[in-house]
């Protein structure tokens, strides 16, 4: 797990894939995208996380603004159905 952004309105977390004991991996990777403002996440992954990717890494060789960033973020908000709770 690692926070790879994080502002007053989002956070987005990184999973990586684990690796089972029995030697097949456990497709388990993802993005989290959390809106702190809405209080509502989405988790992608397989073929949605290598969108994210693709796109994050296209917007990051602009050198984009917090609030760029903040505004691709915001494209996810309508996806976001899960309730966000605090562990």
């Known amino acids: 797990m690692n926070m790879i952004y994080n502002s007053p309105q989002f ?7 684990l690796e089972n004991q ?3 991996p456990v497709t388990t990777g993802g ?7 809405l209080r509502r ?3 992608l992954r397989g ?3 290598e969108v994210f990717r693709a796109n994050v ?8 603004t ?8 915001n494209s996810y908000s309508g996806l976001m159905t899960q309730p966000l709770t605090l562990h």
């Open 41 to 43: 996440e989405i988790f």
């Open 66 to 73: 917090a609030d760029e960033v903040d505004e691709f973020l």
């Open 22 to 24: 029995s030697a097949a």
């Open 31 to 37: 993005f989290e995208i959390m809106d702190k403002t």
């Open 57 to 64: 890494e296209a917007l990051i060789e602009r050198e984009p």
């Open 47 to 49: 073929k949605d996380a």
């Open 11 to 17: 956070c987005v977390v990184e999973f990586s894939e």
